[in-house]
């Protein structure tokens, strides 16, 4: 990627003495170039000059300072990202406190919200701005810290620092008096007067200096993300911070000390504080040290970088024009990507050239190698191919992700293949693709073949929520069949049925003649003339996953189809055998019952299907997952090796002092409380205002049961991994019979309501949900390994995953009925095995009315 870094444009980057935005901006140089990206730096005052610089670049541009948000009409970059280091955007009253600020800046990126990605430095600066109306896509990144010279052994131990420039906000006058704290900082403005005072350094003096204290003190009035407290435990430093100076912090940490806003003038209970925070601190250093690398600029420029708005370059069949004039499947389906894709904060190209001669199937062809150069000075970061004909260019491509999707309807059947028996074989070596199956037949034809079934995904169609009618359809008597008229689709073995009209484009002079033809209507057009009809009908002999399937149900109508068109059948979904598609009474009996069916719950189906929501799941398909493992007396090298082969953030949590195996992944200390479900439960809770968009937990020793853990790559919500799939029935009364038991199951066990294990499951979800718990769940054995998204972790607040933390501890417990020896048992191993197997439960807890794809041994995925 290649970012445009935008400066303050007042002094020299890097800073050569105090300038916080200057050293931020310069670690991101640094760091991102380290990590193989290009960066510009635009550091101008004149904003013209800013202007005309980051539109000569083509990239990523990240305006890093408040004032520059003017620029932003006049970038022609589609992929902008804003960030305020404004100190007192968090305080009450910063309406009044800065006015001027408010309304010439803070309410410009309110107005520009649709054209930028706010990256707030907390969650309480992401907070304000909601409050005052920025409902678009925000982000929160904390702020980072390089690393340095550290000691475990400080020489001035018993003494504090505190930096930053000498001024009424940072409020050193107020601590002067404090007899054991040194003040280093750039004079600017204050009552201050210090014998303590140490002057100005320079950074390299400061970091050199740094860790020979005990503890630093930052108790500012106002402030958003300071970089030296980061700076601080990077030198192993404890710290005590004001209320507006703890920003992303974990204040559960002994070394992290708040004052709260009300003591901050008493100067005895400040002073005790200090005291006792440097105390613990400079006993504890190697803890400071350990997790301090949250704040590694490795780590955050990994997350950032992350969560950058990508940049597709969807390539089209080169048939028709994008968006196409009239009927053309695949060229709707093409703008319905762009159109969402763009809604949600991305840059999107589409290439699209059109061919002038079928017979351009060689890259070596001028259409092809134009293709080619076309699709590559688009640097895209994600490059998706819609016509599976043009596979051959894959080899050519560089980009780093590259995906191409089949729209050919016979997938599944390979007595239908003929010439595209070569395409497909070609499709199936995806080492260095993914393939997009946009059907779920097609998807476990392409698993099954493919070279890394791992990199086969489900990526349906999908279709835009139409405005209801406030009256009865004018044609509810009538149904409606919809598609090209051609030998695949069977218009011509239904036209005889009455009250059946057919739409689509026809080439057949003798069928345009039929009164049930009503020829080729404009494709918005049709959409809305679809609400009319009382059912959609479409009896093809083939297709992929075809759009106008989910146009009806957008339209409210029922749906009579084959199993080529729709897997199962619903109360508003008829699927007509396939010995029965040739009785024309049974047919004609089907679709005139499909009619007067209720239409209940259709728009509600239909939903799942809405652009955003198919878009939304497609994006987060193709981002990598970052993992988090646990380890205690055992090594986590299965999960380095699983993590360096496929290129994703490693996270280990350590409750041991476990022996360094690698020095690329990010190691956090923590208690040996609890198994694996501990860690899992600390990293969300504090992560969870900044998590990343999919996270794969899993326990290090994954292949000691054999766990297929590539499945967790092929997610985009929720997917338990494990071995031996189970359902547990928590209720006696459960007619067993019913549940959709596979035969494959290896246990089917019903849990009395007085069994304890029960007990444990029903109290946890009773903590989460405090309702009755539910029949059944599916379970797994040998875990814990799942992986989930952002989106169902913030489903719940965050005082669930607390209230789950403390459950680790002693003095809890909600169950009844226990006694004192069995209560003790319960907080160790009983209690919480039964919490790794509740994730499901946890995250999907209406998973029995998802969609949901299991191989009833492996993996059960929603």
């Known amino acids: 990627m290649k970012f445009i870094l ?139 810290a390089r690393t340095f010279r550290t000691t475990l052994t400080p020489r001035k131990g018993d003494r504090s620092l505190y930096v930053g420039k000498i001024e009424s906000r940072k409020s050193q006058y107020k601590y002067q008096t404090i007899p054991c704290i040194d003040f280093v900082g750039n004079y600017q403005d204050s009552s201050f007067e210090s014998p303590n005072y140490l002057g100005e350094w320079d950074k390299p003096t400061l970091y050199d200096s740094l860790t020979d204290y005990g503890n630093l003190l930052l108790l500012s009035e106002g402030e958003a993300d300071p970089l030296v407290v ?66 590694s600029w490795s780590t955050i420029i990994k997350e950032y970088v992350s969560f950058i708005p990508k940049k597709f370059v969807l390539v089209g069949p080169g048939i028709l024009p994008i968006p196409p004039p009239g009927w053309g499947a695949v060229e709707i389906l093409m703008w319905d990507y762009y159109q969402e894709l763009t809604a949600q904060g991305h840059e999107v190209v589409l290439v699209n050239p059109l061919r002038t001669s079928p017979l351009d199937q060689q890259p070596n062809t001028i259409y092809s190698q134009v293709l080619i150069q076309d699709i590559h000075s688009h640097k895209g970061d994600v490059v998706h191919i819609h016509y599976d004909c043009l596979h051959y260019i894959i080899p050519f491509l560089t980009c780093p992700c590259i995906c191409i999707s089949s729209h050919y309807p016979y997938i599944g059947n390979t007595s239908q293949y003929g010439g595209y028996e070569s395409i497909f074989h070609a499709l199936c070596q995806n080492h260095t693709h993914f393939i997009c199956a946009i059907s779920k037949k097609d998807y476990d034809v392409f698993k099954a073949f493919a070279a890394c079934p791992e990199k086969v995904y489900y990526t349906p169609n999908g279709s835009s929520p139409l405005p209801p009618l406030d009256r009865p359809g004018l044609y509810l008597d009538k149904s409606i069949y919809v598609g090209k008229v051609e ?46 009809y009382g059912s959609l009908v479409l009896l093809s002999d083939g297709e992929a996953d075809p759009l106008v399937i989910k146009e009806a149900w957008m339209a409210g109508i029922p749906v009579v189809t084959n199993h080529y068109s729709v897997a199962k059948s619903l109360p508003f979904i008829d699927i007509i055998p396939e010995e029965r598609l040739h009785d024309l009474a049974y047919v004609q009996e089907v679709i005139e019952k499909s009619r007067t069916k209720d239409r209940t719950g259709i728009l509600e189906y239909a939903s799942r299907y809405s652009w955003k929501t198919i878009v939304s799941d497609y994006v987060s398909l193709l981002e990598r997952p970052t993992i988090v493992t646990s380890v205690y007396e055992d090594s986590y090298q299965d999960v380095y090796d699983f993590a360096q082969k496929h290129q994703l953030k490693l996270i280990v949590y350590e409750k041991d002092k476990t022996e360094t195996i690698h020095s690329d992944i990010t190691r956090i200390g923590i208690p040996n409380i609890g198994r694996c479900d501990y860690s899992f439960l600390y990293y969300i809770v504090t992560h969870y205002h900044h998590l990343p968009n999919k996270i794969v937990f899993t326990k290090a020793n994954f292949k000691d049961q054999d766990i297929q853990l590539e499945h967790a790559l092929n997610t985009k919500n929720f997917m338990l991994i494990g071995k031996h799939l189970k359902y547990g029935v928590f209720h006696k009364d459960v007619d067993t019979s019913s549940l959709p038991v596979h035969s494959d199951i290896e246990h089917l ?114």
């Open 230 to 295: 980061k700076e601080a435990l990077v030198a192993g430093l404890g710290v005590v911070l004001s209320e507006c100076s703890c920003a992303n912090l974990d204040l559960s940490k002994k070394f992290i000390t708040v004052i709260p806003n009300e003591k901050l003038n008493d100067m005895e209970y400040v002073s005790h504080h200090i005291e006792e925070n440097r105390q613990y601190s400079v006993s504890h250093r190697q803890d400071i040290l350990d997790y301090a690398t949250y704040f």
């Open 6 to 144: 935008v400066a303050p444009g007042t002094t020299s980057i890097p800073p050569k003495g105090w300038g916080a935005i200057e050293s931020i901006i310069w670690d991101y140089h640094q760091e991102l170039t380290a990590q193989g990206h290009t960066v510009v730096i635009v550091n101008r005052a004149n904003v013209e000059d800013i202007i005309e610089e980051c539109n000569v670049h083509d990239g990523i541009v990240h305006i890093m300072y408040d004032d520059h948000i003017s620029i932003v009409p006049q970038l022609t970059s589609k992929r902008i990202l804003y960030t305020s280091h404004m100190a007192y955007i968090t305080n009450p009253d910063f309406v009044t406190i800065a006015s001027t600020y408010y309304e010439h800046i803070f309410k410009k990126v309110i107005e520009y919200q649709s054209k930028i990605t706010l990256y707030a430095l907390s969650k309480e600066v992401e907070d304000v701005y909601k409050k005052h109306g920025f409902c678009g896509k925000s982000i929160i990144l904390r702020n980072g």
């Open 487 to 532: 030998p695949r689709k069977k218009q011509h073995l239904y036209a005889g049925i009455p009250n059946l009209e057919f739409y689509g484009k026809c080439d057949d002079p003798m069928f345009r003649k039929l009164p049930c033809y009503k020829g080729e209507m404009e494709h918005g057009a049709l959409m809305l003339l679809m609400r009319e």
């Open 749 to 862: 066990y019903e849990a009395d309501p007085d069994d304890i294990p029960s007990l444990f499951t029903i109290d946890f979800y009773n903590m989460v949900y405090e309702k009755p718990f539910v029949d059944y769940v599916v379970q797994f054995g040998h875990g814990p390994c799942f992986c989930v998204s952002k989106k169902l972790i913030l489903q719940h607040p965050l005082s669930v995953y607390e209230k789950l933390l403390d459950t680790f501890q002693t003095s809890h417990y909600t169950w009844e009925g226990h006694s004192e020896e069995e209560l003790s048992y319960a907080i160790g191993k009983r209690y919480h095995d039964r919490l790794q197997r509740f994730w499901l439960i946890l995250f999907c807890p209406h998973y029995k009315n998802d969609l949901i794809e299991t191989d009833f041994e492996n993996y059960v995925s929603l």
